[in-house]
């Protein structure tokens, strides 16, 4: 049954829910950037209550006074006016301003973006040239020309700052829904007879909504800094502190009292830092760390390389000699990002004799793609052999490379993605030519006769126009010819096949099948066909291994597999079959309409 | 002979395409099917055959440029958003993808509940029955509280097909509900489909590419081939014995899970194809 076990769902009840936020907190540099936002703020809101002076009380005999002098913890400005409370008072308008930056970006720039990206048409047109001509103005000169207009007006010119950033959200926004409203849930509730806007209030909002969130933080640091330099160059309101203000006059007084640069200094820069930090501790978040599953993958190499010291190279058994590749007691593991290793291929062993068929057979998560991939020296990066041997005529080869020096001559791979392994930039023949002038050492003449030669092998009937062709040209199944072709171009002894027909249709598959099948035959290879389709495995394989969980559950011929299951787990795959099964029975109409409810169909 | 509950007449569907003045690309040619109460119907076909534009035109999902579809005795070729809404209590959906039918972001219960709440059913009711629709489908009830990414693949596709029943339809377009599931779990939930299908008396057409997986749940089946219609019958028939040359060729080209049955099937699909190309070479 499908239906979870009480234990699955005690477990997945006991792990916790990775929300967002938490993970921001958990992470250090997040959880300190966070502090320090909320402190900067919190300060800024009180600084009237706990500032020691009057931010604007002029005491001319404390003109300039170092830190600490006659009561003034940071000193004193050049009219006698105390620093740290002009600091603390000054944080109110910097912050405000940053705030209605951030706020008039972020309305502007979601709301066209949503409506821009869901509705498509001449809305987004138009929004995209407006978006375009706004991101084109140099923004800081717009300030400074709109400041001979209205005068020193902090508030007033932030805003126009977010007007002029809002671009920034109406991008980011706009591609996120067209993205998110072709999601198959979205057209699930459009079924449902949601409305647009419920649709963009429920699901589409609820997508955007982490990307907003950090733009919105790194907004906030740039407005920050915007304003301070517009307030440095004297465009700031005299009257009121700020931060970029206080750098000014700290500016002209850089000789007599030099520290008094440093203060608002470590204001802008803490604070931008801080927005900046938690911008990037919310995006890790986000996408998840995967640095705590590198860190612990590397024990598992020490053990595999200290077994490679001890075991012979050849090993003398008689029923060897006649073995192309033997996997012997092979595990896989993963680390689980606790420090352990989750294994998933365990204790495998099995063997391919010259010009066999070997099939591997299972469903997702039984590990018969991973048992290829360490064969083939392509498990990824934090993946490990953390047991057994492979050998290949005899010679054992590296757990870590496993067969990757053999590639292109001795073994051969064909994947399950034909479109994904060839490369979109160049065309076919030249990827199909340089591993034979590279590997086999051909002339770049000789290699174009044997490509082309390859292509029409494979059952193409016109080589030359997708030897010339780019991988988007051409169909899936030709691309699993194409990949086939470059399989056999260096005449390998094993090909190992990753589920080679599963993304192609049915009638190309049999196509595909019988090249393969064909190839086998005529030049002896053997192969290793990893599949979950048992109608491929009764077409191509002389023997089958069935995997379940990592594990090998039943071996044997394959007329012995399919008549007689010795598995539980075979039995229970072969029984799932459809094919050849009784069809459904016909529709007997009149007993449906008058009582659906109540009527037995006999199955 | 009861009257259709979906009929489809000569439907066409075209998509417009990027570019000044490009003629738009026809993906239906003409397409008429019928589905009754209470039956399934499958449409199987290979990728670019159709099948899935024809149910997303149904689901008013794809641009119809002529023919028409009735449902119900009404024409609902093209329906307004609120008329959509009145027939979303009649039509539903089950994806192929359970991944991405299901927004990640919600617990199985709003997923549920979203389409009794459109339909104004109380916050209670609305609760009651998601309880009722879990158990239908043969979750644990407690599943509700939980997101999509704690269960697996054909969990995920029980929960898809549980929203579907949500507000008890008449039809449901299942679009290639089971390729995704591994071989034990899609028996499984196609013998789910065919259970309620017993149960409710709710009509289905089944998209697949996969002629067993039809034969298994259908009780016609309709073959789609390069945008039309080829062959309509009966399940047992089209799906053993076919008449049209294309579906021929899809049966034989599935390869048989019995070693010595698959040997006699591929010698006669070789016969087959040659015999084939003998008779367009003698019709040139």
């Known amino acids: 049954m499908t239906t979870p076990t009480t234990q699955a769902l005690a477990t997945a009840r006991r792990r916790d829910r990775p929300s967002v936020f938490r993970a921001v907190l958990r992470n250090p540099l997040g959880a300190a950037s966070l502090i320090v936002i909320a402190l900067i703020v919190l300060i800024s809101v009180l600084a009237p209550l706990i500032a020691p002076y ?109 007007v002029m950033v809002a671009p920034q959200f109406y991008r980011l926004v706009r591609n996120l829904v067209m993205g998110v409203k072709n999601e198959l849930y979205v057209d699930a509730a459009r079924v449902s007879g949601l409305s647009d806007a419920a649709i963009i209030g429920k699901h589409v909002l609820f997508a955007v909504r982490a990307p907003i969130i950090i733009q919105a933080a790194f907004v906030a640091g740039i407005a920050v800094v915007i304003q301070a330099g517009l307030e440095f160059i004297g465009l700031g309101d005299p009257n009121t502190p700020t931060w970029g203000g206080m750098l000014q006059d700290a500016f002209l007084a850089m000789y007599t009292a030099p520290t008094m640069l440093l203060w608002p200094g470590l204001a802008i820069g803490l604070f931008v830092a801080a927005c900046v930090l ?23 190499t020490s053990t595999t390389a200290v077994r490679t010291v001890q075991k012979p190279v050849v090993i003398d058994d008689p029923a060897d000699e006649d073995v192309l590749l033997r996997v012997d007691d092979l595990s896989v593991g ?50 490990r052999v953390t047991g057994g041997r492979i050998l290949f005529e005899g010679r054992e080869l590296d757990p870590l490379t496993g067969a990757r020096r053999l590639r292109g001559t001795r073994v051969a791979y064909i994947p399950q993605e034909p479109m994904s392994n060839l490369d979109p930039a160049y065309r076919i023949g030249a990827q199909l030519m340089e591993p034979l002038v590279v590997v086999s050492r051909l002339s770049r003449a000789a290699a174009r006769e044997r490509a082309l030669s390859l292509l029409e092998r494979v059952g193409i009937a016109d080589p030359k126009r997708v030897f010339d062709s780019y991988p988007h040209e051409i169909s899936g ?42 190839l086998q035959r005529e030049r002896g290879m053997a192969m290793m066909l990893v599949t979950h389709n048992f109608g491929v495995v009764a077409d191509l394989c002389d023997r089958v291994v069935v995997m379940q969980t990592g594990r090998v559950v039943e071996a044997g011929s394959v007329e012995a597999i399919f008549e ?31 009582a659906p409810a109540e009527k037995e169909v006999a199955l | 002979m009861t009257a259709p509950l979906l009929e489809v007449r000569d439907l066409r569907v075209a998509y417009p395409r990027k570019g000044f003045r490009r003629p738009p690309v026809e993906i239906l040619h003409g397409v008429s099917l019928d589905v009754r109460p209470g039956e399934t119907v499958g449409l199987v076909g290979e990728s670019g055959s159709g099948k899935t534009t024809l149910g997303r035109a149904i689901l008013g999902l794809a641009p119809v440029t002529g023919g028409a579809i009735r449902f119900d005795s009404a024409d609902i070729t093209s329906v307004d958003r609120s008329d959509r809404r009145r027939l979303a209590r009649d039509i539903q959906v089950v994806f192929q993808d359970p991944y991405g039918s299901l927004n990640p972001a919600l617990r199985i219960e709003d997923i549920l509940a979203e389409p009794l709440r459109v339909q104004g059913v109380g916050r209670e009711a609305a ?25 697996s693949g054909g969990q995920r596709q029980r929960v898809a097909i549980a929203r579907a029943l949500a507000l008890q339809p008449k039809l449901i377009v299942c679009d290639e509900p089971v390729s995704a599931l591994d071989l034990s779990t899609q028996a499984r939930v196609l013998d789910l489909f065919i259970e309620i299908q017993e149960r409710t008396g709710v009509a289905m057409l089944f998209v697949s590419h996969d002629l067993a997986v ?41 390869p048989v899970p019995n070693p010595a049955e698959q040997q006699a099937r591929r010698a006669e699909r070789r016969a087959m194809l040659e015999a084939e190309a003998q008779a367009r070479a003698e019709a040139v």
């Open chain 1, 477 to 518: 199944g030709m691309a699993q010819r194409v990949l086939i072709a470059g399989a056999i171009a260096g005449e390998p002894d094993l090909i190992i096949a990753d589920e080679p027909t599963t993304a192609l249709d049915v009638t190309v598959q049999a196509e595909i099948l019988d090249i393969l099948r064909d």
């Open chain 1, 54 to 162: 009057d931010p604007a009380y002029v005491d001319i005999t404390a003109a300039n006074v170092p830190p600490g002098a006659d009561g003034h913890l940071l000193g004193a400005d050049a009219s006698g006016r105390d620093v740290l409370s002009r600091l603390l008072v000054a944080g109110q308008l910097t912050l405000s301003g940053a705030a209605v930056t951030v706020v008039i970006s972020v309305l502007l720039g979601v709301i066209v973006g949503l409506v821009s990206g869901y509705f498509g048409k001449t809305f987004d047109l138009v929004a995209g040239w407006i978006s375009d001509l706004v991101l084109v103005l140099p923004s800081k000169i717009v300030l400074v020309a709109l400041f001979a207009v209205i005068g020193p007006n902090t508030l007033v010119t932030m805003a126009v700052l977010g």
């Open chain 1, 564 to 594: 007689a299951p010795q598995h539980p787990y075979t039995a229970m795959l072969l029984g799932s079959i459809l094919d050849g099964g009784p069809a459904r029975p016909d529709y007997e109409d009149d007993e449906h309409v008058s």
């Open chain 2, 127 to 151: 609760r009651a029955r998601v309880r009722e629709l879990l158990g239908q489908v043969g979750l644990p009830e407690d599943a509700g509280g939980r997101l999509p990414r704690e269960f």
């Open chain 2, 214 to 254: 039809v034969r298994h749940v259908s009780h016609r089946v309709a073959v789609m081939y390069r945008g039309d219609i080829v062959e309509f019958g009966r399940g047992a028939v089209v799906t053993a014995d076919p008449d049209h040359a294309y579906t021929r060729r899809l049966l034989m080209a599935a």
């Open chain 1, 334 to 383: 993963y680390p689980d990002g606790d420090g352990g290793v989750k294994r998933v291929v365990e204790s495998v062993s099995f063997s391919i004799r010259p010009g066999e068929v070997l099939g591997v057979v299972g469903e997702s998560g039984s590990g018969k793609s991973q048992t290829a991939f360490a064969i083939l020296g392509l498990l990824p990066s934090n993946g």
């Open chain 1, 278 to 300: 938690l911008g990037n501790a919310v995006r890790d978040a986000l996408e998840g760390t995967d640095a705590a599953l590198n860190v612990s993958a590397a024990p598992s």
